[in-house]
């Protein structure tokens, strides 16, 4: 037998590890490209973030400032927004265009959109069990116990799950967002094509991340297919 972390079966994983430096780039290109063309309105991502929340009635909604770069999160446990330092105060159509994102799970949370609500509900199991496959099906390929394989399999289909859910939330923050900014003229035309550029680079990594755990299952499936059964 192959040495486990040194197998073919990690040939599986190649077009999925060259989609996600593709799609890594892809979204550091375009929001360096954007991050230099400046708002004709000259507002901040947070300013475009409090006006936007401020439609929708969520003037309790806090604006945060979190370190780190593209760290930009909506937390609906505490109903906060996070924005990081080169959104914050960013003037970028690049940062506006990544606010509004964040806005968009906000109204996505408030309007109890329904794939929003499940991914919040599974977090904490996919947590547990994405730490968990991994080594219960290495345990039981190396110990030739097909039930910590099997039970690795299925705790990493709930990583899988998770990863699909993720697709509609993130694109239907990134759809909200283009019809905010363009319904209340924060953008101009010609500057939402810039945001729409971040922010589709950026659903790209989203994929990419769906295409690796599927290629990851892919090669469980193969080594469980290959070494599952008990001598």
Not at 49 to 57: E, M, N, S, T
Not at 146 to 173: K, R, S, W
């Amino acid at each position: 037998m192959f040495p486990l972390f040194f197998d073919p079966t990690f040939v599986l994983l190649i077009p999925a590890v060259i989609l996600a430096f593709w799609a890594q780039m892809k979204v550091k290109t375009a929001y360096s490209e954007y991050s230099r063309v400046l708002s004709r309105k000259g507002i901040s991502g947070a300013q475009a973030a409090r006006a936007l929340l401020d439609q929708f009635g969520m003037y309790n909604v806090p604006i945060q400032r979190v370190a780190g770069n593209l760290t930009d999160h909506y937390d609906p446990r505490d109903r906060t927004l996070h924005l990081s330092e080169g959104v914050f105060n960013s003037t970028s159509i690049a940062a506006i265009g990544v606010a509004a994102h964040e806005v968009g799970h906000a109204v996505q949370h408030q309007k109890n959109y329904a794939p929003l609500k499940f991914r919040n509900a599974v977090v904490p199991v996919v947590g547990v069990g994405s730490s968990l496959a991994f080594p219960l099906f290495f345990l039981g390929l190396l110990f030739r116990g097909p039930l910590l394989m099997d039970i690795g399999i299925l705790l990493f289909v709930g990583v899988i799950i998770f990863h699909l859910v993720t697709l509609p939330v993130e694109f239907d923050a990134s759809t909200r967002a283009v019809k905010l900014l363009g319904d209340t003229g924060i953008l101009g035309s010609d500057e939402i094509t810039g945001a729409k550029a971040v922010l589709n680079a950026a659903a790209l990594t989203y994929v990419a991340a769906a295409v690796m755990a599927f290629a990851q299952l892919a090669r469980l499936l193969f080594l469980r297919g290959m070494f599952g059964h008990r001598d």
